[in-house]
């Protein structure tokens, strides 16, 4: 029974357009959301997050909206650059039940220049 | 800053072997937590810890085991290895708990 849900194991897109990773949760109880980034042979980075009390949160390139009705969040790359190929995982969290972060499957993204 | 340190790198067991993942980090954080990446799974969490002598089961616990005595170390313990625990294991730690987690590189499991 898979908590976090990313549907799209893959995604390309062309240097400078726009790239969107969605991923879908299953429990109204989450309340802080990640994304995080991941190289071959490296751990996962930290990306950006966005708490329950917004819906949306900006940081350079990547922003990350939050819809909490539809328990869904996706993570959008403007302009996406061949720098940013690689895994993205989205994770989600409970503030009330610390140390537990819950991944999604992740998606392998392609930028080509 | 190190932040978080995993050892070894690359392991191969034979199957019924017992060894032990290392984890350290220098950060000062009470949270720790191991998990495990294979592919189309993401990341699993087996085991987390949120403070020294305190530790509770992820999704994935069973055939391992931890225990956390300082706060800088969170070691993961195979008891008898399987095939099926072939894997990448990665340890993190977090100021936290439900925030931003360091994780350290990596550490690649083979049993065979």
């Known amino acids: 029974d898979q908590q976090v849900k990313q549907n799209s194991p893959s995604l390309s897109v062309q240097e400078g357009r726009i790239s969107i990773l969605n991923c879908d949760y299953t429990?109204?109880?989450?309340?802080?959301f990640l994304w995080y980034k991941k190289y071959p042979a490296e751990g996962p980075t930290f990306l950006i997050s966005?708490?329950?009390?917004?819906d949306k949160n900006e940081d350079g390139r990547f922003t990350v909206f939050l819809n909490k009705s539809a328990k869904h969040l996706s993570l959008h790359i403007v302009p996406s650059q061949p720098g940013d190929s690689a895994v993205y995982f989205c994770a989600v969290s409970r503030s009330s039940n610390t140390g537990k972060l819950i991944f999604g499957q992740g998606t392998t993204l392609q930028v080509k220049p | 800053n190190a932040g978080v340190t995993q050892t070894p790198k690359f392991q191969v067991l034979k199957t019924g072997q017992s060894m032990t993942l290392q984890c350290a980090q220098d950060?000062?954080?009470?949270?720790m937590s191991w998990y495990r990446q294979d592919p189309g799974m993401g990341l699993r969490l087996i085991h987390y810890s949120v403070g020294a002598g305190i530790t509770d089961q992820g999704e994935v616990p069973n055939g391992y085991n931890v225990s956390r005595s300082t706060t800088e170390d969170f070691p993961l313990r195979l008891l008898s290895a399987a095939p099926s625990q072939t894997s990448v294991y990665f340890c993190?730690?977090?100021?936290?708990?439900?925030?931003?987690?360091?994780f350290g590189q990596g550490t690649r499991l083979t049993v065979v």
């Open positions: 966005i708490s329950s009390i917004k």
């Open positions: 993190a730690s977090s100021y936290e708990g439900y925030t931003e987690a360091f």
């Open positions: 429990n109204s109880m989450f309340d802080y």
């Open positions: 950060m000062n954080h009470e949270y």
